[in-house]
């Protein structure tokens, strides 16, 4: 009712409660009989927004070993004493009644924390006017009705302990409400990023058009006044373009268009360029982003009501890296970077500024769709969801807890960066795939080493963990690196999954290079490998077993070759040790989605990329697993290593000790000799 949420309709699983053999939680419970238990009420479970709010929640409290299940409000009474055992109640857009009041006094009495949470601004009745509201009148409601609505969910947050809510602007009117709210954004799921991958590579396989295709992927009949913002500019570009096309959508039973046009006088006179698609389920939709060029998100900014709505259609277009044109809201005027993740505008002629931009260039469309689809993978990714609903748990364990877990949970749901990792503009130079997937990448970064490349690239060859992507990353290279391994690649390609190799536009530094890698890559992890260095053959393979949900990168113990033959990165992670210099070398396997919630590596070229990027995991509270037993990687100590070079100039110590000092002011920096080269 009033969702707004995406084109898609919900499967239809008439299911009480989601239920899974579990094992014990990670977290101590009050009561300590039984594993920490989390049940979620869900009051639209009809609707897409019941897969944002609870089924992917539950699937991340499962994935940390926590027993997760949800209800319906109708189905209380039966369920009465699993909401016994429970350790949280989370109660999702539910009316009050009868039904959710024994929920809460069963609850409560049992010692249960009771958390309300919602994803419109629905628990303020004095909001519901036509005025604000412009689904009352599109959904053919009344003022009143909603009224009522309004009032009874705010009376089910009125008995919850703490809320909350997918945007700030959400969590800000709870709070003003006198509740406590956090901030828990909505998210998308792995099947979400396997599956939209797939479907952007499918349609640009089977292409057979040159069109340029605006999508507008309104969920239901409740944003005419929204789309209305840009209605005219969308007009003008069809008018201007005839190889353009507006893509809108109708209901799966092909009564009812979700945008009805006879509001907007211009766009009927342009049928001809309008392409009518039909609504799917939520699983299906990326298949239906996927044949994007240009997405649309218009919405009433400054709107109380609007405003308050979740950044969704960014993310879901930026996961099949389709660039987004968006309202300059607080949640995406936060989400997207301005001209470098997507496109904000606010009046009819930057609407038409920003689409003649994106119309007119390919480039600019592929490279801003590259930059979001980097950009959200830890903001509105799976693991941004499994660290919030662990930090949930922390802080509802016990009222000390409260106190003690505070100010690192506040700093880490703060710490949704808004500035996307810096990535070189770049060529790309060979590519082939299979379109399959596979779980890592093997990343070579590239640089003057056309003598030990081929070691490094025969090393990713012999990996027994199949299928397995390699991405080579040339930065400018003037000794024909470029062009020795670009011959490999090529006589190689059939053994790899995924083969590109991508030259930047100019000398870009480390920092740059690894980054463009981690953009270009499309697999949950990447293992880093410097081009004079090796991995053994089972590296990538015993990295991905000690993968777990709970590590953000994992790293092997290396044996040092050449020069020196000490190990290196052979201790288990603690951040701790970090203060004193480092000790986990660059040759590591890294989450893409880790990556991203860095902000990606520093670009200030200084030797030490990796061990700031320690520093920035460390301080979001990610965590890494080394990888016990004997060596898996091979680091060359040699005369050109840029650890060598750098060490030999102590005046440019100092200045990166400084540097790495200044960004992490809790570094109190040994001695040089710490640190692993790069």
């Known amino acids: 009712m009033l969702i707004g949420k995406n084109l898609c309709r919900p499967q239809n699983r ?158 800000t009117h709870m709070r003003r409400a006198g509740k406590p709210a956090l901030v828990i954004p909505n998210t998308f799921d792995s099947p979400t990023r396997s599956v939209s991958r797939t479907a952007r590579f499918s349609f640009d396989e089977t292409r057979q058009d040159s069109l340029v295709r605006i999508g507008y992927a309104s969920g239901s009949r409740t944003h005419q006044k929204d789309f209305a913002l840009c209605a005219d500019a969308v007009a003008d570009s069809l008018s201007r373009h005839p190889e353009c096309r507006l893509v809108l959508f109708r209901s799966y039973d092909h009564n009812q268009s979700i945008l009805e046009i006879s509001e907007f006088p211009r766009l009927c006179e342009l049928q001809s360029q309008i392409e009518w698609r039909l609504s799917v389920t939520l699983e299906d939709l990326p298949h239906e982003i996927a044949r994007f060029d240009i997405n649309l998100a218009p919405l009433e900014a400054g709107n109380v009501f609007c405003e308050a709505k979740s950044e969704l259609k960014f993310f879901e277009a930026s996961l099949c890296r389709v660039p987004t044109i968006a309202s300059p809201t607080g949640p995406f005027g936060r989400a997207i970077s301005n001209g470098k993740s997507g496109l904000l505008a ?96 093997v990343m070579v970064t590239l640089f003057n080493y056309k003598s030990f490349v081929i070691e490094a690239l025969e090393s990713a060859l012999a990996q027994t963990a199949r299928p397995l992507d390699l991405v080579i990353v040339d930065d400018c290279s003037t000794d024909g690196s470029l062009e020795t391994a670009l011959s490999w690649s090529r006589a190689n390609s059939d053994s790899f999954n995924r083969l590109m190799v991508v030259q930047t536009a100019e000398n870009s530094g480390l920092g740059s290079a690894r980054n463009l890698g981690f953009a270009i890559a499309e697999t949950e992890w990447v293992m880093i490998l410097d081009a004079d260095n090796r991995l053994r053959p089972q590296c990538i393979e015993r990295c991905l077993e000690n993968a777990t949900s709970s590590a953000s990168f994992v790293y092997p113990t290396i044996q040092c070759f050449g020069a020196h033959s000490h190990l290196m990165s052979n201790l288990e992670w603690n951040p701790l040790r970090l203060i004193g210099g480092n000790y986990v070398d660059a040759m590591a396997m890294v989450a893409r989605s880790a990556w991203a919630a860095t902000g990606g590596y520093d670009t200030t070229r200084t030797g030490w990329e990796d061990y700031d990027l320690w520093c920035k995991l460390a301080s979001l509270g990610l965590w890494g697993n080394w990888v016990p037993g004997e060596p898996l990687a091979e680091y060359r100590a040699h005369e050109e290593s840029m650890m060598n070079t750098t060490m030999m100039q102590a005046d440019k110590v100092a200045s990166i000790i400084c540097h790495l000092q200044d960004r992490h002011p809790w570094l109190n920096i040994l001695s040089p000799n710490t640190h692993s080269s790069t």
């Open 14 to 171: 008439d299911i009480a409660a989601l239920s899974a053999s579990h094992h014990p939680g990670q977290h101590s419970a009050h009561r300590s009989q039984h594993p920490f238990n989390m049940i979620w009420i869900s009051g639209e479970s009809d609707t897409p927004g019941h897969h944002y709010r609870v089924i992917r929640p539950i699937a991340a409290a499962r994935s940390l070993g926590l027993e997760a299940q949800w209800i319906k409000p109708e189905s209380v009474f039966e369920h009465i004493n699993a909401i016994k055992r429970s350790h949280l109640l989370i109660i999702w857009r539910a009316r009050w009644s009868s039904a959710i009041s024994t929920a809460i006094t069963t609850a409560r009495e049992s010692g249960a924390k009771i958390i309300f949470d919602v994803d419109d601004l629905m628990f303020a009745p004095e909001i519901a006017r036509v005025s604000v509201v412009d689904g009352i009148r599109s959904q053919g409601l009344t003022e009143e009705e909603v009224r009522i609505i309004y009032s009874e969910i705010r009376q089910t947050m009125d008995h919850a302990d703490l809320c909350i809510a997918p945007t700030e602007e959400l969590a």
């Open 346 to 441: 606010s009046t009819p002629r930057e609407w038409e500024d920003c689409l003649e931009l994106l119309i007119s260039s390919h480039k600019t469309r592929n490279r801003l769709g590259m930059v979001a689809n980097c950009h959200v993978q830890w903001a509105f990714g799976p693991e941004r969801l499994r660290h919030e609903i662990s930090s949930l748990v922390s802080l509802s364990e016990d009222r000390s807890n409260l106190y003690r877990h505070f100010p690192f949970v506040a700093a880490a749901r703060s710490h949704q960066l808004n500035v996307p990792p810096c990535i070189p503009d770049y060529e790309k130079v060979y590519s082939k795939s299979t379109h399959l997937e596979a779980r890592a990448t």
